[in-house]
């Protein structure tokens, strides 16, 4: 299996500037989250989604913040404009429905550097 | 509300010794816990969890955890540890309030193993 895919996995720009990062969960897997770790916050979920169905997004940071699955296998996070305040490691986890432990796989992340 | 708390930002610890990571939990109704490692530049891994059953779990790497119920705990520990073992830990607890489907994560602690 190849895990959770991520990219890009760095991804430098300038305030204003649209980022889109791009995640594809394992194969079979019903849910996907995406989270922003920062030194200052740790590790906070923005958003998951269930079956391709956003289900909480009470995690992203405001308007600028948007988050799609058009399939099973692939999702979206879209900053638009970017801020430097932004600037974080933003990974991406997959998990089955079955069975509900909750164990999660995550991707390898997307460094984001907002100049 | 659900949380887990690591009171330690890093555990300084000789290669050889054994380790211990310290969590505390705070749920309603039974815990699921969890402990996730992270090596420099790369995604969360899991290590290990609790969902009942015997209170001594094992998991990968040879790491191991005790579940305390009564002092609310879920310490990380190893017997021997390894230079490789260098990385930062983070313990979780699924989110009953928000329908079981997220995990909530600790501050993190950052392990280090000195030869």
């Known amino acids: 299996d190849a895990g959770v895919i991520q990219s890009p996995r760095h991804e430098v720009t300038e305030m204003g500037q649209e980022v889109t990062l791009r995640c594809k969960p394992i194969s079979g897997h019903d849910y996907l989250f995406w989270y922003r770790q920062t030194m200052m916050r740790g590790l906070e979920l923005l958003i998951y989604f269930n079956n391709n169905v956003p289900i909480d997004d009470s995690g992203m940071p405001e308007d600028r913040f948007s988050a799609k699955m058009p399939n099973a296998s692939f999702s979206t996070l879209k900053i638009q404009p970017s801020e430097p305040r932004d600037s974080a490691v933003y990974f991406c986890?997959?998990?089955?429905?079955?069975?509900?432990?909750?164990?999660?796989?995550f991707g390898e992340g997307s460094r984001l550097t907002v100049l | 509300a659900q949380s887990v708390a690591q009171p330690e930002d890093q555990v300084n610890v000789a290669e050889g010794n054994p380790l211990t990571v310290k969590c505390t939990y705070s749920?309603?109704?039974?815990?699921?816990l969890f402990w996730y490692v992270q090596y420099p530049n790369r995604g969360l891994q899991f290590l290990l969890k609790y969902i009942t059953g015997d209170n001594l779990v094992k998991g990968s790497y040879g790491f191991e955890a005790e579940f305390n119920k009564s002092q609310t705990s879920f310490h990380l520990k190893k017997p021997s540890a390894l230079v490789s073992d260098s990385a930062l830990y983070f313990c979780?607890?699924?989110?009953?309030?928000?329908?079981?489907?997220?995990?909530?994560f600790g501050a993190g602690t950052r392990l280090a193993v000195h030869p």
């Open positions: 979780a607890v699924r989110d009953i309030d928000g329908g079981y489907n997220k995990l909530i």
């Open positions: 986890a997959s998990r089955n429905r079955a069975p509900n432990t909750g164990e999660l796989f």
């Open positions: 749920v309603s109704g039974n815990p699921y």
